[in-house]
């Protein structure tokens, strides 16, 4: 079953304000079901073998925006201001049981079964949720100089409970050249625009609790006459694990020319990346192989071209063209010891995060 319902409400306050209310929901269930028979011969071992479970899954979202727009002369304003919250529930369960006396029950019998078998029932439950509020201005004079001005704090459930919030800022500033009187007799030059950037955005890409050091059922053990289910930790506790940020500046220039028959962009960027999210590895003897930490800094910097041109445009023809290009080279700045090289995890200063270290044979192979 899946149920996805939204519904808005915009209240104009007057003619330059304006307040929305936002709000969806979506509900998604799976219910799996299987029976594998003792008269072939997947299931004749086990004498029959049952499976039944589901997944359910819900999201909301809402948010309040408020909107002003405003002309007067030459000048124009369009500022924004966003709170919202999003939250994601998933649970689900499964179980397989076998050592059936007959095939008739299926799966809608689960206790005729003799044998719960060990490794295939499981549970969970998680439920995370984003918090966020935003504040935007975008401000123009005479549609040739355009400034804005953006500011956003998120919080997030599933990063340490000492980093829940972080504060992301970004601005831009762009000037459109065709749009200058000593720029008006070039009439070959339709638009030109110059434009350079700064932002700042965050990553929360880690699993639900996993900062928390969670544990679970390992196998049964014998307790006196008794048999128990023992646990063990999933993963080493990290209180302190925060947003990874990225720091982007751009500088670009956008163009048409030939009343826009062709068109295109030039844009060049470069992109700090901080506080990774990634398992680093630490000493057997702390009872763990890794821990998932904010790790060292990367960058990436590159070109992107496009560029679209109308080579035949008639009544019954058009041919068009578009051609892109871009490139994109990405080096680890620095790790967790700082300028050193982390060989365990292949990580090697000045080198991609993705690049593949192996050895070099001299004679066999």
């Known amino acids: 079953a899946f149920i996805n319902t939204n519904a808005r409400i915009t209240w104009s306050i007057n003619n330059d304000l304006k307040l929305s209310a936002f709000g969806s929901y979506t509900y998604n269930v799976k219910e799996n079901k299987k029976y594998i028979p003792s008269s072939i011969k997947a299931g004749l071992s086990n004498r029959g073998e049952a499976y039944r479970g589901d997944n359910k899954s819900q999201s909301m979202l809402a948010n309040l925006m408020l909107t002003y727009k405003k002309s007067f002369g030459k000048h124009y304003i369009n500022a924004l201001g966003l709170a919202e919250v999003q939250r994601v529930t998933n649970t689900g369960f499964g179980s397989t049981v076998h050592g059936f006396s007959t095939d008739d029950f299926l799966y809608n019998n689960l206790q005729a079964g003799a044998v719960l078998k060990w490794g295939n029932n499981t549970s969970y439950y998680n439920n995370p949720s984003l918090a966020s509020f935003m504040g935007r201005v975008n401000y123009s004079y005479a549609d040739k100089y355009i400034v804005t001005v953006n500011a956003r704090t998120d919080g997030s459930s599933k990063v340490g409970a000492n980093n829940k919030w972080a504060f992301f800022p970004s601005a831009s500033l762009a000037w459109v050249l065709s749009e200058e009187e000593f720029m008006k007799d070039i009439d070959w030059l339709n638009n030109l625009k110059l434009r350079v950037s700064f932002g700042q955005s965050g990553n929360d890409n880690v699993g639900a609790y996993q900062t928390q050091g969670s544990i679970s059922g390992a196998q049964y053990y014998s307790f006196g006459t008794n048999d128990v ?31 826009n028959r062709i068109t ?56 068009k063209t578009d051609f892109t290009f871009s490139t994109n080279r990405s080096k680890i700045v620095e790790l967790a010891d700082g300028k050193v090289d982390d060989p365990t995890n292949g990580w090697f200063i000045g080198k991609p995060m993705d690049e593949i270290w192996t050895y070099k044979y001299d004679r066999l192979w």
């Open 229 to 259: 289910i023992g646990y063990v930790p999933n993963n080493l506790r990290n209180m302190e694990l925060g947003w990874e940020r990225t720091t982007e500046y751009n500088i670009g220039v956008d163009f048409g020319f030939l009343n």
């Open 264 to 319: 295109g962009s030039v844009e060049y960027y470069i992109a700090n990346t901080s506080d990774l999210l990634l398992n680093r590895s630490i000493p057997l003897m702390t009872g763990y192989t890794q821990i998932l930490t904010n790790v060292g800094k990367t960058q990436n910097k590159g070109l992107e071209i496009t560029l679209s041109t109308t080579n035949i445009q008639t009544e019954d023809f058009t041919w």
